[in-house]
């Protein structure tokens, strides 16, 4: 079982260095997914309200064998549900699915900055930490600038930042405004789903050097350059691979190689993006 690091986060808690990733399944393919998974060596889990798998992702980490408190579950808010109240409700509805007496990591999903609530939502995550519902707290796709505005209107930095971030759209300038307030990065799509990323000629040469996949080899971009990738896969085989990457180590000329220009977002643009 490979040995996978921990970042320690700004509120004291920690983070697996690769989790994975549940969307689109069903409650049927998570329970299996993630029960799998976690018996493989996984310790990170990301699902969300909008996957509609919750009850499949929690069932799937009792059914693993793995003790509750090794695995760091992580969930998200949904945009219908921003609001101080709305997201204490709706916390407790991902709890009950979840079948969980804490949730290990609570994401605002988007900020939705034309609707404008996102800093309500915010005081409501810090409330369900002080109260031990939650361990740690953050958001996703979420900019600089909104993160500025929770750490003036609150006091309270997010301890994670989940984010569109592949080679890509490698998000230098974000990934930098994080690092300096020492928010820690996780990475969506971190294979660039969609798009012809695995067949690029730096990511397949630096796979042919290494004896390693393509895949592999772009998670390995991904820990190398300090972030938390959450690759999907309800492969048993596609986890263990995904999860065997800390053996080995690109070059500094491989890493910048593969997230050469051109870049462009493969997702929404968070400054305009609504999902509900």
């Known amino acids: 079982m490979p040995t996978v ?8 808690t920690s983070l697996p260095g690769i989790g994975l990733g549940t969307y689109p399944m069903d409650d049927a393919t998570a329970e299996r997914a993630v029960a799998e998974a976690v018996a493989a060596g996984y310790r990170l889990v990301d699902t ?18 793995v003790a509750r408190e090794e695995v760091v579950v992580t969930t998200k808010l949904p945009g219908r549900h921003h609001g101080y109240d709305e ?8 709890r009950r699915r979840l079948g969980l007496e804490y949730v290990d990591l609570y994401l ?7 609707v404008d609530r996102y800093v309500d939502s915010w ?12 361990r740690s707290i953050g958001v996703s796709n979420f900019t600089a ?32 405004a994080l690092a300096a307030k020492g928010v820690a990065v996780e990475s969506w799509s971190p294979l660039g789903r969609g798009s012809d990323l695995l067949a690029d000629p730096a990511v397949t040469a630096a796979a042919a050097a290494h004896g390693r996949t393509p895949g592999q080899v772009v998670l390995r971009w991904h820990t190398q350059s300090g972030v938390v990738p959450i690759p ?23 890493m910048a190689a ?8 493969l997702g929404g643009d968070p400054r305009h993006h609504e999902e509900f």
């Open 145 to 176: 600038e909104h993160i500025d505005r929770l750490e003036r209107e609150t006091g309270v930095l997010p301890s994670v930042n989940q984010i569109e971030m592949h080679p890509l759209f490698p998000q230098e300038e974000l990934r930098a």
């Open 258 to 265: 593969i997230s050469a220009p051109p870049h462009r977002r």
């Open 5 to 12: 690091p921990v970042h320690a986060l700004n509120d004291g």
């Open 232 to 254: 999907k896969s309800a492969d048993p085989d596609r986890q263990r691979e995904n999860l065997d990457v800390f053996g080995f180590e690109l070059t500094e000329e491989e």
């Open 87 to 94: 997201t204490l409700a709706s916390f407790e509805e991902s």
């Open 108 to 114: 605002i999903h988007w900020p939705l900055p034309r």
């Open 48 to 65: 969300a309200t909008n996957y509609r798998n919750e009850t499949g992702t929690g069932r799937g980490v009792a059914r693993s064998g």
């Open 123 to 134: 005081r409501a995550m810090i409330k369900l930490r002080e109260d031990g519902l939650v």
